[in-house]
């Protein structure tokens, strides 16, 4: 069985679909499975064993008519069986309804309940993850969704490691700190005084490198789940999610509380 799922947003909405695309994979095992994504966040998919092929799509831009024919004409020619969307767009639901493929389930909404086959209602009040895997209930699969598993490639944890040693740090430890997304809206961003703060913590400690700050844009930040989740490298043993909700390797940091 052939499986599309639509997925705007950045890639943290991509790691909050994992757990659905888990689930989907669960149910059906033989499933190849493939994405429409924004095309900053296809990267997200380098971690993921579940996915055959990522198509990139830009939904937040006014696209072409010659944009809208050639996604139309990627999903015909896959011959998709079950297509999942979390689109609410008029164009793109007409655009499935084109496609020719037979199960088209997504949220509630006009547009979506006169060119699908099956639609759920979407619980706006809960966690978004849960209301991405709410789309599954449409495909008749029930029951709580499973921890998302990530595999990172062998030469990605190569480079980190060799990073780590040419900065003499590897048999010490380290803190990684993401501070949000550098675009966060006036009040809802952590404070820059109470950052200063725990760095300076970090630094007074003699046995630790200082912390490593990471800026990010909003469309490239990456929420944890509220659930454990685990990870996994390729040819390694799996990795527990850390308190700050970042998979930590080797000697745990020291828990960074808001």
Request: aromatic share 8%; glycine share 8%.
């Amino acid at each position: 069985m052939r499986v599309l799922a639509l997925v705007p947003g950045g890639v943290s909405e991509q790691l909050l679909f994992f757990p659905t695309l888990e689930h989907l994979k669960q149910a059906f095992p033989q499933a190849e499975i493939s994405v429409v994504v924004e095309p900053a966040a296809k990267a997200a998919y380098r971690v993921s064993t579940l996915v055959k092929e990522v198509f990139p799509y830009d939904f937040q831009q006014r696209n072409s008519p010659s944009d809208w024919a050639n996604l139309l004409g990627t999903i015909r020619d896959r011959e998709f069986e079950v297509v999942l969307t979390t689109t609410q767009s008029g164009s793109l639901s007409l655009l499935l309804w084109l496609s020719g493929v037979p199960t088209r389930v997504g949220y509630n909404s006009s547009a979506n309940s006169l060119f699908l086959t099956a639609t759920v209602p979407q619980k706006t009040a809960q966690y978004q993850g849960l209301q991405y895997h709410d789309l599954l209930t449409g495909l008749q699969i029930s029951g709580p969704g499973p921890s998302a598993t990530i595999n990172v490639p062998q030469k990605d944890i190569d480079w980190v490691n060799s990073q780590l040693k040419r900065q003499g740090i590897d048999d010490q430890g380290y803190v990684l700190i993401y501070g949000g997304p550098t675009d966060e809206p006036s009040g809802q961003s952590y404070p820059a005084e109470s950052w200063v703060a725990i760095v300076q913590d970090f630094q007074a400690r003699p046995a630790r490198s200082a912390p490593s700050v990471t800026p990010a844009t909003r469309d490239h930040r990456a929420r944890p789940n509220p659930e454990p989740a685990t990870a996994q490298s390729e040819g390694g043993a799996p990795r527990q999610r850390g308190p700050s909700g970042r998979f930590d390797r080797g000697r745990k940091p020291d828990a960074v509380h808001r």
